[in-house]
T-cell receptor, first 112, second 113 residues
Framework: GNSVTQMEGPVTLSEEAFLTINCTYT??????LFWYVQYPGEGLQLLLK?????DKGSNKGFEATYRKETTSFHLEKGSVQVSDSAVYFC???????????FGSGTQLTVLP | NAGVTQTPKFRILKIGQSMTLQCTQD?????MYWYRQDPGMGLKLIYY???????DKGEVPNGYNVSRSTTEDFPLRLELAAPSQTSVYFC????????????FGSGTRLTVV
């Protein structure tokens, strides 16, 4: 079956620091890849996505590139802000029922 | 544009009680899902549905039941609640095709005591 492995957290950074959260996956076929963000007390929101090899998803200064050769989809941001503090989930979808498989999530705290 | 609406937001149940978590979407999505999120863990799929009248088990279906009589509604039933069902429950919906992600509800925080 499908699986997603995310970098263990929590991650604590100072404002304006560079962020990388690693994500690798195993899947049959050609999955679509996603990053979701969950702010405290809220549901998950789609942050960015990529659907084929070498696609780069981007949103709100975050980026991730679909690397089929390394089965990875690492999340990056050049300069984090306090407002980026949240839990980030890597996820893949494949199969006829489009079931999302999630990583365990990475808690990010950004200090001023 | 309501999206996916879940009720209630919070609930405390006693062991052995039953309840239904409600989920409604107004986007005409055929695909709907129930996930649970335990502390420090990712989301685990409980049940899903690819259309009215069609449901199937996910990764952790034991102790739960679902029905899908309309496109809009996908309620989750807990029978004989147990402490292991203490969790945050998320409902989501998705378009049938294309590289789209899910739209999630805001969640129901359930505590079984």
């Amino acid at each position: 079956g499908n699986s997603v492995t995310q970098m263990e957290g929590p991650v604590t950074l100072s404002e304006e620091a560079f962020l990388t959260i690693n994500c690798t996956y195993t899947a049959t076929g050609y999955p679509s890849l996603f990053w979701y963000v969950q702010y405290p007390g809220e549901g998950l929101q789609l942050l960015l996505k990529a659907t084929k090899a070498d696609d780069k998803g981007s949103n709100k200064g975050f980026e991730a590139t679909y690397r089929k050769e390394t089965t990875s989809f690492h999340l990056e941001k050049g300069s984090v802000q306090v407002s980026d503090s949240a839990v980030y989930f890597c996820a893949i979808v494949s199969g006829s029922a489009r079931q999302l498989t999630f990583g365990s999530g990475t808690q990010l705290t950004v200090l001023p | 544009n309501a999206g996916v609406t879940q009720t209630p937001k919070f609930r405390i149940l006693k062991i052995g009680q039953s309840m239904t978590l409600q989920c409604t979407q107004d986007m005409n999505h055929n695909y709907m899902y129930w996930y649970r999120q335990d502390p420090g863990m990712g989301l685990k799929l409980i049940y899903y549905s690819v259309g009215a009248g069609i449901t199937d088990k996910g990764e952790v279906p034991n102790g739960y039941n679902v029905s899908r009589s309309t496109t809009e509604d996908f309620p989750l039933r807990l029978e004989l609640a147990a402490p292991s069902q203490t969790s945050v429950y998320f409902c989501a919906s998705s378009q049938d095709r294309g590289p789209y992600g899910y739209t999630f509800g805001s969640g129901t925080r359930l505590t079984v005591v």
